[in-house]
């Protein structure tokens, strides 16, 4: 019975070519977690402002926003895999650059925030191109949606392990190692990409301006509510709510008198609820409604936040965190689905670029409200507000969500649609 079961979760492992990208992916995602928490706290010992906190994940991420429509133009135009082998090297320069500033001790806060604008800027591509690509590396589309789920475990297993490690390593070691290391761990995704053998083909869709382009996509998706309702639920989401952690290295200092590692485990601990959360999805038989899952774990994610908030108890505030990262993961992964898998072929770059605008651009958004707002009233009864409210959100989004066919569930594929083709 545990050999069918283990069989059914990890059923995408059977493409090859799946299989060599999300290992390579997995140790680099641990690089990028351990650089993300260096930053965060670097960025707020040098000047123990929560709203320097929002500001670093807004030059983190607010890039993306811009030009993420421009990478999904890029990602249906051009070979994704080619792609992804100049975003991943850029990114690896990146972290190196980081790395050099720091342990020569030439840095400051405006040469971290502006290769932050650098890395979101190349994220804008690798995201839009990485996400579609996925899809071309399965052999078997009805294996789709395990596969984008174990990427989501992917990630939330690299949240749980590079946050633990870097406030280990920030300790002993100082940050600076920690973005060396996230430039070595690029060395593994760029070899499994160049392992990776996808059968060539040629483009034959009509080459368009960029307006036709951004035109089409845009009409697209307000067309296909079943798409467009879960991005809208997903950017209010990333909005209001999931800006939350920007204010965990005020908890880990502040209210846990902790240091560098203490913030490490506390991302660690989301990390670990996520991953969980992330298997659970991939678990699922299709069939299965994944828009009530995707409502009840969001309120499931804002009592957790809530009774997390006002927790003075090191322990049992980790618990709330780890339940509240199980809630919380299935935002991306179902929109990400929904998306992928009702999307046309030639439409889902630009389609998936609207997915990373929601989370892209309300993300620093909101981070940048949530920094303010804490300055006024403070990090726990910020936390607590936005508890209540991801509640609220779930409460009115189960209702609109019912009006989009039906109760979503996990989709089959149509393979009678042409793929994408490149040149």
């Not at 991420?61 to 850029?90: C, E, V």
């Not at 960029?210 to 296909?224: A, H, M, P, R």
Request: aromatic fraction near 10%; proline fraction near 4%.
């Amino acid at each position: 019975m545990l050999k069918q079961k283990n069989s059914n979760i990890f059923r995408a492992f059977h493409s090859r070519n799946y299989t060599l990208f999300f290992f390579g992916q997995l140790i680099s995602q641990i690089g990028t977690w351990m650089q993300r928490t260096g930053i965060s706290w670097i960025v707020y010992t040098m000047t123990h402002s929560t709203f320097m906190l929002g500001v670093t994940v807004f030059a983190a991420q607010f890039p993306s926003f811009i030009f993420s429509i421009i990478g999904g133009i890029f990602s249906d135009r051009f070979n994704r895999h080619k792609i992804l082998l100049f975003t991943q090297s850029a990114s690896m320069v990146q972290a190196m650059l980081l790395a050099f500033l720091v342990l020569t001790h030439h840095y400051a806060i405006w040469q971290i925030l502006t290769l932050s604008v650098v890395l979101g800027i190349i994220n804008a591509f690798d995201t839009t191109a990485r996400q579609p690509l996925v899809n071309d590396l399965i052999d078997n589309k009805a294996e789709l949606p395990n596969a984008l789920a174990l990427n989501s475990s992917m990630v939330n297993l690299a949240m749980l392990a590079g946050p633990a490690f870097s406030g280990i390593v920030l300790v002993k070691f100082g940050a600076g190692i920690c973005f060396l290391l996230n430039g070595l761990s690029f060395v593994a995704v760029l070899i499994s990409l160049l392992i990776i053998k996808l059968p060539p083909t040629v483009k034959t869709t009509t080459p368009k301006n960029i307006k036709s382009d951004l035109s089409e996509g845009f009409k697209y998706l307000t067309k296909t509510a079943s798409i467009g309702m879960p991005i809208l639920m997903l950017a209010i989401v990333s909005l209001l709510i999931t800006p939350y952690n920007t204010l965990l290295p005020v908890f880990a200092k502040v209210i846990f008198h902790g240091n560098a590692a203490t913030f490490g485990y506390m991302n660690g601990f989301i990390g670990f609820g996520a991953f969980c959360g992330a298997l659970y999805l991939a678990s699922l038989r299709q069939g299965t409604n994944i828009k009530k899952i995707l409502i009840i774990n969001t309120i499931i994610f804002g009592c957790c936040l809530a009774l997390f908030s006002h927790m003075a108890l090191f322990y049992p505030a980790m618990l709330f965190l780890c339940i509240g990262g199980f809630g919380l993961m299935s935002q991306t992964t179902i929109c990400n689905t929904i998306v992928q898998m009702e999307t046309v072929p030639a439409m889902r770059g630009r389609v998936l670029s609207y997915l990373v605008m929601a989370i892209t651009g309300m993300v620093p958004l909101g981070s940048l409200i949530i920094g303010g707002i804490s300055q006024k009233i403070g990090a726990p009864n910020t936390l607590l507000c936005q508890g209540i409210l991801a509640v609220f959100i779930a409460l009115i989004f189960s209702r609109l969500l019912k009006r989009t066919h039906g109760n979503q569930r996990v989709p089959i594929p149509d393979e009678r649609l042409p793929e994408q083709t490149y040149e």
